[in-house]
């Protein structure tokens, strides 16, 4: 099976792409101009916050970036297209030959451009007596459009590469996870040699739904000695089927021109000046070359660059193992809590307990108590584990004789222990490490169940 993708996504602009329309409307029809819906006498404008956001898509997808670019216009007529021409790049990409690393298989890049959105078609009512609403005010959106080589080979491969791909260019272009984003998929899949492409797919699940329903249906066409037509294809989302939607154009079907109202722009300088962030793929893989450390740990740390800058200063004074083993036992287990609260300050703040454990300032085990208190936004209960230990032994005892099945069960699955356990960690709340309530609670389950 071979899959190749071509990924619409939508740039976080204000306006449109060819005129001041805002992107984002309440009502259907509301932010529409002359210009995004292609009347006569109107005259796109480029937005340059669009064209560099694209180029630095391109940059960051390691494609050759040509000297000049233009637009063109492809022309099909289409009820959500009212100029009948998108304004587009196919025959002058903003980059080409790039490629994406994704658990270490390189997905080949063909090609990065920028393009106009269209229309947006509602179907609705029954499937035989369905009717069609059209809502414009998606024309004109700026879109990138990522095109893949083949190089796909599962559903699942396809949903896993998009997901890390998007996670990056979002960063790359500071789109946070709480944003509203729009990203539309065209897949291409061939289990023999002709290809079917199907159109418009929403949603990561959708994609990989897609693909094993039209991987099942060619291959039985195939089994059954039929030949797959080429041929464009829709999803259905509510039958999780695809169907017939047109017959698929070839690209000297489309009468491409040049675009005359935006003429020629030359973009080697400005490639070259544009410094990119770094974005959370980069850095993961900066720090397992600079620190030799396996990717998917380099990968954890590199998510966020305050956990990745705390590692750094870290390792540049203590010994990378005990860095580690402070990291992934005690920090990053309780990140989560910590990083909603994130100020310089409490980083400051983070970086004395980690440092003061390290050296030796602080006990061990008190030291990092304190810290996933501090990291939690708990109150640190010192006083040492044998006080802690006593009243939560209590605890234990109390619980089993309220519930005695649970030690019971515990003799068949080790993880009935887990009720009592999380009994007292609403007890405590957080003032005492889960891991130190579970180390207790499971000794002691140990030693009733051996008696």
């Not at 619409?8 to 529409?32: D, M, R």
């Not at 269209?118 to 095109?147: F, Q, W």
Request: with cysteine; charged share 30%.
């Amino acid at each position: 099976m071979k899959i190749g993708l071509e990924i619409h996504f939508q740039l976080p602009t204000l306006t449109k792409l060819f005129c001041s329309c805002p992107t984002k409307a309440s009502e259907p029809n509301e932010s529409i101009c002359p210009t995004c819906l292609g009347f006569p006498g109107s005259r796109p404008s480029l937005n340059k916050k669009a064209f560099t956001l694209a180029l630095m898509i391109a940059k960051r997808l390691q494609c050759k970036i040509p000297d000049v670019t233009w637009f063109s216009r492809k022309t099909y007529f289409y009820p959500d297209l009212p100029k009948n021409f998108q304004i587009t790049q196919y025959e002058s990409p903003l980059g080409i030959d790039g490629q994406f690393v994704n658990n270490g298989k390189i997905i080949h890049i063909q090609r990065v451009h920028l393009e106009e959105d269209p229309g947006k078609i509602k179907r609705v009512g029954k499937p035989s007596e369905e009717i069609s609403l059209i809502d414009y005010n998606r024309s004109g959106i700026p879109l990138v459009e990522i095109v893949t080589a083949p190089d796909i080979s599962s559903p699942k491969e396809a949903r896993d590469f998009i997901a890390v791909l998007l996670d990056d260019i979002r960063s790359l272009v500071g789109i946070s996870g709480e944003d509203e984003q729009s990203v539309r998929v065209d897949a291409n899949i061939s289990v023999a040699e002709e290809r079917v492409e199907v159109k418009n797919i929403l949603g990561l699940k959708n994609l990989e739904n897609a693909l094993e329903f039209e991987y099942a249906r060619q291959s039985k066409l195939i089994k059954a000695g039929k030949k797959v037509l080429r041929e464009t294809r829709r999803y259905d989302e509510e039958r999780k089927v695809t169907l017939p939607a047109r017959e698929k154009e070839f690209e000297e079907d489309y009468g491409y021109i040049l675009e005359p109202d935006l003429g020629v722009f030359n973009i080697k300088e400005l490639a070259e000046t544009l410094v990119l962030c770094e974005t959370p793929l980069m850095r993961a893989e900066r720090i397992s070359r600079e620190f030799e450390l396996p990717f998917e740990k380099a990968k954890i740390i590199g998510k966020s660059p305050v956990l990745a800058s705390i590692f750094q200063e870290a390792v540049a004074k203590f010994s990378k193992q005990e860095v580690l083993t402070l990291l992934f036992e005690q920090i990053i287990p309780n990140w989560s809590s910590f990083e909603k609260r994130i100020t310089d300050d409490a980083v400051g703040k983070l970086g004395e307990i980690i440092e003061a454990i390290l050296s030796g300032a602080l006990p061990s085990a008190d030291g990092r108590r304190m810290l996933v208190s501090y990291l939690r936004g708990t109150e640190f209960m010192q006083g040492g584990t044998d006080f802690d230990r006593e009243k939560i032994v209590e605890q234990v005892d109390a619980i089993i004789r309220k519930r005695p099945e649970v030690l019971r069960d515990y003799a068949e699955n080790k993880r009935a222990a887990n009720f009592i356990v999380g009994q007292l960690m609403k007890i405590y709340r957080g003032k005492i490490p889960s891991e130190e309530i579970a180390k207790i609670v499971f000794e002691e389950m140990d030693k009733r169940a051996s008696q």
